[in-house]
């Protein structure tokens, strides 16, 4: 059984719908995330040279392993608009066994992928 500290959850934003569903989709078929949520928009304030900003956004919630984290975040990038996007990951630090085995399993390679 997969311990709960391999296992991840990944925060991306991202400028709107179209982008979130189109990383979502790519991830999970890729298996590099188990699952995406995609929460409505949202506010975002942030720096940005030398200037604060402010932007609606679209909140991508991804579940993966630590292993897969690397090649996740290089999909995420590939397919991101931002020069620098939020890209963060936070370990589970609790979860159901069944949950956790559940992202294991579907974010491993397929055999031969």
């Not at 975002?44 to 956004?57: F, L, P």
């Not at 090649?71 to 620098?84: D, G, N, Q, S």
């Not at 956790?100 to 974010?107: A, D, K, S, V």
Request: net charge negative.
């Amino acid at each position: 059984m997969i311990g709960v500290a391999e296992c991840l959850e990944v925060h991306v934003t991202v400028p709107d719908r179209d982008v979130a569903e189109r990383i979502a989709a790519v991830v999970v078929a890729e298996r590099l995330a188990a699952a995406a949520q995609l929460v409505a928009p949202i506010t975002s304030v942030y720096w940005w040279r030398g200037e604060i900003n402010r932007a609606d956004e679209w909140l991508l919630f991804m579940k993966t392993t630590g292993e897969r984290f690397d090649e996740l975040a290089a999909a995420i990038r590939r397919l991101h608009p931002y020069e620098v996007p939020q890209i963060i990951a936070v370990p589970l630090v609790a979860g159901t066994a069944d949950y956790l085995e559940w992202i294991t399993q579907e974010t491993t390679p397929e055999p031969g992928a």
